[in-house]
């Protein structure tokens, strides 16, 4: 009499790898999502900065009867979180210039993403503006700005 023939339970090679083949495009789909989000977050930086340093120029221009035209200037004392040239986190540089019209009396405030920052390689918002009267404005890598750049980055 034979014996009937042992049947063998497991995995083979190749459900092994579809399994890890789904999760591998799983993984990798999730990781730029999340590097995505994660920019997106980090540009809070730059513009609550620029927001504190709108108040700032404001407090400033109360007591000066002028905007101030360095960073120095508007930060003596310092709006909390922010230091003269740079974000709370250190992602973005900031500077403050004068108006460039001379017949207007007024600022502009830039966040830049830092070359050190994480931020340096979020293409879509490089640079950050804000001027005396609020106008918000931003630019991507390439220096493009538009009404759609500064709403997807100021949001």
Aim: glycine share 10%; hydrophobic share 35%.
């Amino acid at each position: 009499m034979s014996e009937p023939a042992s049947k063998q339970t497991g995995f083979t090679l190749v459900e092994l790898m579809i399994t890890l083949a789904v999760i591998a495009i799983i993984s990798s789909l999730s990781v730029v999502s999340y590097r995505q989000y994660v920019r997106r977050a980090n540009r809070v930086d730059g513009t609550s900065a620029l927001l504190h340093l709108s108040a700032a120029q404001e407090r400033y221009y109360l007591q000066h009867d002028r905007y101030a035209t360095t960073g120095a200037e508007v930060a003596d004392p310092p709006p909390a979180g922010l230091g003269i040239s740079g974000t709370q986190q250190g992602l973005y540089d900031l500077t403050v210039a004068a108006a460039a019209d001379g017949a207007t009396v007024g600022y502009t405030a830039t966040a830049t993403a830092s070359a050190t920052g994480s931020q340096q390689d979020d293409d879509d918002c490089q640079v950050f503006t804000i001027d005396q009267s609020g106008q918000r404005g931003a630019s991507d890598a390439g220096g493009a700005e538009s009404a759609a750049i500064t709403t997807r980055c100021w949001r």
